[in-house]
C-alpha cells in the first residue's frame, strides 16, 4: 500500500511540469520517494521528475510500485487544492488511486502501466558549460524572445550567458554576465532551440525558483528547475535545431 | 413614489441570483422591503429573492408596487457600482426606474409587469434533512463535481452530509461530518440534481457565506444564501433528477 | 547619436496612447524632450504625445532627430518593463533602435519616416468651456455610456458639466457640479462624440490622473490628460458627430 501526504503546491508544481509533454505517464514510487521520465511524442523532449520522500509531510510506501496515471486528470485536480493545504494520495489496490484533500475525496482511475509509452533512458550527455540563473530571468527572457521568433540561441562564452532571438527586422538579445550569474563555470557553448518547447518548460518557474543550465555545441540542453522551495526537481533535456548558416 | 438607498454589494447580489434563471422579472416592493420570484424557462428550479427593508439604508416605500425590469440591464449596471458605494433606485412613474451612484444617473425603461410570465406559488415541500454549511465549501464541491460529472448526489444520513459525482472512470465524494457541519439534524435524504444548475446558484456564494440546505428523497431541495453578510436571502429551488437503477 | 533614460511606465504611457489612433509614427527628439503626434487613417482624431526633457532620467540629444518606429513594436515590449524599472533608448545609426532594460538588449528597426504619413499640423481651436476633472471618473463614464449607445454628449452649462447617453430604452447621465470638478470655468457648450474612439483614449486613464476638457459647441473637443504622475502628456483631438434633430 501507499499512502503519502504532501502540500498541494508539490503535486501542481510536478504534475504541471508532466503536462508540458505528455499526458499520461508512470509513476514510480519507493523509499526515496517519487519519480517519473517520460519523452513526448515527437521525441523531442524528455521530463524528470522527482519528488525526494523528505518534501512528503508522510511517506508510506510498503513495496516500490509503478502505477500509470492520466497526468492532466491529477493536474487539474490540483489547480483546485491551496498551495500549502495538504493532500493525500493513496493507492490499496491496482486500479484506484485516492486523492484526498479537505473535504474532498477522488477515485481516480489507473492505467495499466504497460499500456503507457516506456520511460526512457536518460541520456548520457558531455556538456561544458554550467549556467546557474533564476529561472524568473529565464522565463522573461524566453517570452520576450518568443514574440519576434521560434526559436533560439543559448551560448555561453568566458563573458556571459546569452540567448538570443532574430525576428525579420528585430533581434533580441538577453545577456548576464558572470558577476549577474548565481554561478557559471565560463565554459564555452552554443545551441539553438525550438522556443515553442522552452515556453512550455517556463510555465512552472517563478522569480526566485533556481534554473540550472547545462549547455553544448549544437547539442541537447540539459534544464534543472529547483521549485517549490527545493521540494521537488525537475529535469528537461531539449533536442537541438539544427542551425542553418 | 418608491424610493430606497442599497450597498452596491446587495444590488449586486440581487440581480445576480435572478440571472443565474431568467432575464426579465417583476420586482414588488413593499413596507417590508424588496421580493422577486420566478422560475426559469424549463420549469426546473424557482429563485426567491428577499432583501429585507432593514436592509436598506432608506426605504421610502409610499405605497406597495410591481415593477417588470430586465434583470440583466440592471446586474450589468451594478458591475460598476463599488461593493461599498451607495446606489439609489427611484421609481417616480410606470415607465422609468432611475439608478444613481456617484456621478452616474441611469434611467432604465420598466417592463409592463403583466408582459413578464407570471410568478410560481411557492411549493409546499417536506424536507426531512436540514443542513447548515459554509458556501464556499458547497461551491468548491460542486465545481469538482462538474469537472468529471453532469449531476450530483446530495446525500445525508447519521455520518453527515455527501455530495458525490460519478464520471466514467473517476469519481468525487464530497464529505463533511456532523462536526463539520454549522447545524445538521442528521436527517436521512438523498436525491440526485443537475451539476448545470448547481453551478449557476454557486456563482454568488463566497466562503463565509452561509448556505442552509432542506434534502428529500428523489424531491426538490432548498438551498437558502445568506449573503452580504445576511443583507439578502437567496432562496433556489430545484427538481431532482431521475436516478437510473 | 541619442541616449536617453526613462521608466517603464513613461514609455509604455506613450506608446499605449499612440497604438489607440496609429500603429506607425515619427518620434521628434530634441532638447525639449520627446514629441511625436499623428491622426488616425479615418481622419476623426489627433493624438499629440509629449514627455518633457526633465521627465527622463537621462536625456542625451545630440541634435535634433527624426525617426520613424512601428508603435505597436514599442508598446509590446513595453508590457514587459516594469513601470519603475529604467529603460535606456538609444538611436546610433540610421537604421536601429535599440531598447535596454534589466538583461535584456531589443533592436528593433527603424522605418524611414518620410515612409510614414505625414503629420498634421495642430489646429487652432477656439473652445468656450474648459472642465478639469478626475480621468478616472471620466473613463468610468464613457464605459457606461457604452453599454447603451455608440455616441455620446458632453456639455457644460453654468450647473456642470454632463455626458449623456441614450439607448434605445435606457438613458444614462453622467453630472458633476462646479464643486465636485477639479476647475471649471462654467462655459456653455455642446457637442456629440463617437464612442468607440473615447474607450480608446481612456484607456491609458487611471484614477488620480487628471484630465482637461476643452468643449466648444458641434466643434472638436480637446482632452489632455496628465499621466504618469505628470511625466506624459497626452492630448486627443476628436471631431464631433452630427447630432441627428
Known amino acids: 500500500m501507499i499512502d503519502v501526504i504532501v502540500s498541494g503546491d508539490v503535486l501542481r508544481a510536478t504534475t504541471k511540469a508532466m503536462v508540458a509533454l505528455v499526458s499520461e505517464a508512470r509513476l514510480h514510487f519507493n523509499s526515496d520517494g517519487l519519480?517519473?521520465?517520460?519523452?513526448?511524442?515527437?521525441?523531442?523532449?524528455?521530463?524528470?521528475?522527482?519528488?525526494?520522500?523528505?518534501?512528503?509531510?508522510?511517506?508510506?510506501?510498503d513495496e516500490e510500485k509503478v502505477i500509470g496515471v492520466d497526468v492532466n486528470r491529477i493536474y487539474d485536480i490540483s489547480k483546485s487544492i491551496k498551495s500549502d493545504e495538504l493532500v493525500e494520495l493513496k493507492i490499496e489496490d491496482e486500479t484506484t488511486l485516492k486523492v484526498k484533500f479537505g473535504?474532498?475525496?477522488?477515485?481516480?482511475?489507473?492505467?495499466?502501466?504497460?499500456?503507457?509509452?516506456?520511460?526512457?533512458?536518460?541520456?548520457n550527455l558531455e556538456l561544458p558549460a554550467k549556467i546557474v540563473l533564476d529561472a524568473g530571468e529565464f522565463r522573461k527572457a524566453i517570452l520576450a524572445a518568443d514574440k519576434i521568433s521560434d526559436?533560439?540561441?543559448?551560448?555561453?562564452?568566458?563573458?556571459?550567458f546569452?540567448?538570443?532571438?532574430?525576428?525579420?527586422?528585430?533581434?533580441?538579445?538577453?545577456?548576464?554576465?558572470?558577476?549577474?550569474?548565481?554561478e557559471f563555470n565560463k565554459g564555452e557553448a552554443?545551441?539553438?532551440?525550438?522556443i515553442e518547447y522552452l515556453k512550455e518548460f517556463v510555465k512552472l518557474a517563478g522569480s526566485g525558483d533556481v534554473l540550472t543550465t547545462y549547455l553544448g555545441n549544437n547539442y541537447p540542453v540539459r534544464l534543472v528547475f529547483d521549485v517549490c522551495d527545493g521540494k521537488v526537481k525537475v529535469e528537461y533535456i531539449l533536442a537541438p535545431r539544427i542551425e542553418a548558416e
Chains 1, 2, 3 share one sequence.
Open 35 to 61: 519519480h517519473s521520465r517520460a519523452v513526448d511524442p515527437a521525441n523531442v523532449a524528455m521530463v524528470i521528475v522527482t519528488i525526494p520522500s523528505t518534501s512528503f509531510e508522510v511517506c508510506k510506501v
Open 162 to 182: 546569452y540567448i538570443e532571438a532574430e525576428g525579420d527586422v528585430d533581434r533580441i538579445e538577453f545577456h548576464m554576465s558572470d558577476a549577474e550569474l548565481i
Open 103 to 123: 473535504s474532498v475525496n477522488y477515485s481516480v482511475a489507473l492505467i495499466d502501466p504497460s499500456a503507457i509509452r516506456k520511460e526512457p533512458k536518460v541520456p
Open 151 to 160: 526559436h533560439v540561441v543559448f551560448r555561453s562564452d568566458e563573458t556571459g
Open 190 to 194: 552554443r545551441s539553438m532551440f525550438s
